[in-house]
Nanobody
Framework: QVQLVESGGGLVQAGDSLRLSCAAS????????MGWFRRAPGKEREFVAH????????YYADSVNGRFTISRDVAKNTVYLGMNSLKPEDTAVYYC?????????????????WGQGTQVTVSS
């Protein structure tokens, strides 16, 4: 069983940057694809970013492509989401998860072991 803990969220102004962390315990994340999702108030959970098990391939939602960067540190058993040029529409609770099924990387059903989330609020 793996536990994921997200951190790094906060209240920032439009144009600012944040880096979210997703630290794992209980099992190594080595070799497991990982994803970041977010849920804004009153909206469905949506895909943000994905990184392959090797860390060599990444995918992003169109809305964040070019502004967000997903990365992983095997030694620290942690996955990161760097967020630049933040916009008010990026306001949401951000979650990381381990991809456990061979499904589309942007499908939340492909993932298990979700963290509790970290709140990101971007003011205009």
């Amino acid at each position: 069983q793996v536990q994921l803990v997200e951190s790094g969220g906060g209240l920032v102004q439009a144009g600012d940057s944040l880096r979210l962390s997703c630290a794992a315990s209980g099992r190594t994340l080595r070799g497991y694809p990982m994803g970041w999702f977010r849920r804004a108030p009153g909206k469905e959970r949506e895909f943000v970013a994905h990184i392959s098990g090797s860390g060599t391939t990444t995918y992003y939602a169109d809305s964040v492509n070019g502004r967000f960067t997903i990365s992983r540190d095997v030694a620290k058993n942690t996955v990161y989401l760097g967020m630049n040029s933040l916009k008010p529409e990026d306001t949401a609770v951000y979650y990381c998860a381990v991809q456990a099924r061979i499904m589309a990387y942007n499908n939340p059903l492909a993932y298990d072991y979700w963290g509790q989330g970290t709140q990101v609020t971007v003011s205009s």
